[in-house]
């Protein structure tokens, strides 16, 4: 099943500029070579379901080396079918719009 996971991850006990812990998240996200969309408030990442969850823990264990609260909030749309949805979710919007 192919998963289109979105999310947030970042400290609460690092203050107001959280840029630095973002940034590192979205290396990792970056580095796993599955199709992703960043954007201001989360990161839209596609994969298989274990490859999806697998990266969401690699961002809160490197996280963890300094930050002692980490807010996570997880969104999941499983389908059975083509990859891709990153796109193609968007683009059936726009045709109707």
Known sequence: MSAVLDFSIFPLDKGDSLSEYVARAVR??????????????????EGEWDEVMALVTRCKDALAKDCHRIHVVIRVDLRDGPSGRLQ???RAVEEKL
């Open 28 to 45: 990792i996200i970056k580095e796993s070579g599955l199709p992703y969309v960043f954007s201001p408030m989360s990161t839209s990442v």
């Open 88 to 90: 193609s979710k968007v």
